[in-house]
């Protein structure tokens, strides 16, 4: 049975940080790619960041500089570090694992909100 777990999120103050989890189990991890993705209410689940099994990572415009996606495969676990958050971050922030041959799983979601 394939899992995708979050944790880290929480209610934080505009300029602080949060360092979200993903651990993965049920899948080889390594082989997958990895991504994060935010859902504002009433918005569309966008792409926040992805890392390839390789570790190349790619970042939405309006993260950049301020998150870092990270990987480590001996605890089949991916991360999202957040500095710098804006009002703006404040969505639930899902974990989304794909495979080479395109199957797809995502995650439960985690609530992140930053007061102004």
């Known amino acids: 049975q394939v899992q995708l777990v979050e944790s880290g999120g929480g209610l934080v103050q505009a300029g602080g940080s949060l360092r979200l989890s993903c651990a993965a189990s049920?899948?080889?991890?390594?082989?997958?790619?990895m991504e994060w993705y935010r859902q504002a209410p009433g918005e569309q689940r966008d792409l926040v960041a992805r890392?390839?099994?390789?570790?190349?990572?790619n970042y939405a415009d309006s993260v950049k500089d301020r998150f870092t996606i990270s990987r480590d495969n001996t605890k089949n676990t991916v991360y999202l570090q957040m500095n710098s958050l804006k009002p703006d971050d404040t969505a639930v922030y899902y974990c989304?694992?794909?495979?080479?041959?395109?199957?797809?799983?995502w995650g439960q979601g985690t609530q992140v909100t930053v007061s102004s």
């Open positions: 989304y694992a794909e495979s080479p041959t395109r199957r797809a799983y």
């Open positions: 049920g899948i080889s991890f390594s082989a997958y790619i």
């Open positions: 890392i390839t099994r390789y570790g190349s990572t």
